[in-house]
């Protein structure tokens, strides 16, 4: 199972990776690179995909 998951984050990695939570929280980026963003920010915020 684990290599599944390795391989399933590799292919995460080479294309920009955003997830949108319905909680209102900090946008952050972690060890993989992948964006988490609240969804109020991610519809108002104009640079939202800019990160």
């Not at 990776?17 to 104009?46: A, S, Y």
């Amino acid at each position: 199972m684990e290599i599944k998951r390795d391989v399933y984050l590799d292919k995460l990695i080479r294309k920009r990776k955003i997830v949108v939570v319905g909680d209102n929280i900090k946008v952050r980026r972690d060890e993989n690179g992948i964006i988490t963003i609240g969804l109020r920010n991610f519809l108002l915020d104009e640079n939202s995909l800019k990160l």
